[in-house]
């Protein structure tokens, strides 16, 4: 017996499938990656808050063709209203706010749509850059206003884009 066995696959058939979708919705030039590490494009410049959270992975990372992150990019299917996971998608939403990169999510439920992919793809590289809020401030603003994530299950769910 091995204590350690290779995966089958680096990402799932759903995975798959949104992957093809993205790389046709990039224009030319950008790259897609899976399973991308925070720590890969994220550098901590203290001892943050969720300094853990940069070993966590993204599903997708979007770089221009210098390799400049661009678009974080997050696949959620119904495990992600379990608390634990929103808990962890929170941090990780936080931690691309500070880091001033938009992070898109988009929920298996609604399958693969072809066309809103293209949209929100186009929509975040041709926006403006996103505004850096630190954690702290953005904690600040979002008890300030009625949180989606906590008062219902509505899966059009806040991306955290704050732009200027």
């Known amino acids: 017996m091995y204590a350690y066995n290779l995966k089958k696959t ?17 224009p030319e030039g950008y790259l897609v990656f899976p399973q991308i590490n925070l720590a890969t494009f ?3 410049t203290d001892s943050t808050v969720y300094h853990n959270e940069l070993f966590r992975n993204v599903d997708f990372l979007v770089t221009d063709s210098a390799y400049k992150p661009r678009i974080a990019i997050e696949i959620n299917d119904q495990t992600h209203r379990q608390s634990d996971r929103k808990e962890r998608d929170k941090k990780v939403k936080d931690i ?3 880091a001033g990169i ?3 999510s988009f929920w298996t439920s609604y399958g693969v749509n072809q066309e809103y992919i293209q949209k929100k793809i186009t929509e975040t590289l041709d926006a403006p850059p996103l505004v850096r809020l630190e954690i702290a401030e953005k904690k ?4 300030s206003k009625k949180s989606v994530d906590d008062e219902d299950d509505d899966e059009d769910e806040d991306d955290g884009d704050y732009r200027a």
Do not use: D, G, N, R
């Open 10 to 26: 680096l990402i799932t058939s759903m995975e798959q499938k949104f992957f093809s979708a993205i790389k046709k919705a990039l």
């Open 42 to 44: 994220i550098q901590a």
């Open 96 to 98: 691309c706010a500070e």
């Open 102 to 104: 938009p992070l898109v």
């Open 140 to 143: 600040k603003h979002t008890k």
